[in-house]
């Protein structure tokens, strides 16, 4: 058992992988993620959305947009689709939609294959997916997980049922009430837009006692800049290029 406080500790600059791989491979696919894996990340970061199975079973289903347009072959949104449906799209180079299971078993094997330890950041962002995520995370698993969403009411949910679990609310915005929402969450860290990332606030969301999370960055010099003002670690679609700004304590 690895705690995200001691990967912080560990990986004092963190390279997530975005969607996996999302500049080198179809996004959220476990194609990409294990390209991101091969990369060396030492974070992955997916987006889910709850989905039923014909028979009526809710199941959370990675995918970033409640509607496939963007990513399958296919047009709709997620609600028109049983879990069986979504599972014959392709999700590009012939890959299907990942369930949040099958990246947690993936990730399970890379760790107990390579020794290593790739914390996973699961953002909520259909309905009820705090449920769901609660129910599947308690079971004990081999690396980290922080769940963040941009609703905090999700967060709020989440937080109720697991009380301790590592929580980061995300921000497309500055908000001046971030202190009180991140307080009230028990969050460990504070998950920003690039757009929003100065020296300034990242240095008081530091001082606060949080970790600082930017993205999503493709550029080493934005990468570098992020890293000297002190972020905590950054999402890529590129690790290929942002690899080597990662930082690992011995
Ligand atoms: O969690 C960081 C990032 O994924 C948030 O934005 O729209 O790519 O999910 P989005
Ligand atoms: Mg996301």
Redo the contacts with the bound molecule.
């Keep these: 058992m690895s705690t995200f406080q001691q990967h912080l500790r560990r990986h004092p600059f963190v390279i997530?992988g975005?969607?996996g791989a999302?500049g080198l491979a179809p996004e959220n696919t476990l194609a990409s993620y294990s390209l991101a894996l091969e990369l060396g990340v030492t974070m992955l970061?997916l987006?889910v959305h709850r989905a039923h199975y014909a028979d009526g079973r809710a199941d959370l289903v990675v995918i970033?947009d409640n509607k496939v347009n963007r990513t399958t072959n296919a047009k709709g949104t997620l609600e028109e689709f049983s879990i069986e449906a979504l599972r014959q799209l392709d999700a590009g180079d012939g890959q299907s939609l990942p369930l949040l299971s099958e990246v947690l078993d993936l990730l399970t094997l890379h760790t107990q294959t390579t020794g290593r330890i790739t914390a996973l950041?699961i953002?909520l962002?259909g309905e009820e997916t705090a449920d769901l995520a609660a129910q599947m995370l308690s079971q004990t698993f081999a690396f980290p997980i922080v769940i963040?969403s941009?609703e905090h009411f999700k967060l709020t949910r989440f937080r109720t049922l697991m009380p301790q679990a590592p929580i980061?609310p995300?921000y497309?915005r500055y908000r001046s009430d971030w202190a009180t929402t991140a307080d009230d969450l028990n969050a460990c860290a504070i998950?920003i837009?690039a757009k929003m990332a100065t020296q300034t606030r990242i240095k008081k969301f530091k001082a606060a006692g949080y970790a600082v999370?930017v993205?999503?960055v493709n550029s080493l010099q934005e990468g570098q800049q992020l890293r000297d003002w002190g972020a905590s670690g950054l999402?890529t679609d590129r690790p290929d290029i942002l690899m080597p700004l990662s930082l690992t304590n011995p």
Excluded: P
């Design positions: 997530a975005h969607r999302a970061e987006d970033h950041n953002e962002k963040s941009f980061a995300l497309h998950n837009s999370f993205y999503t999402f």
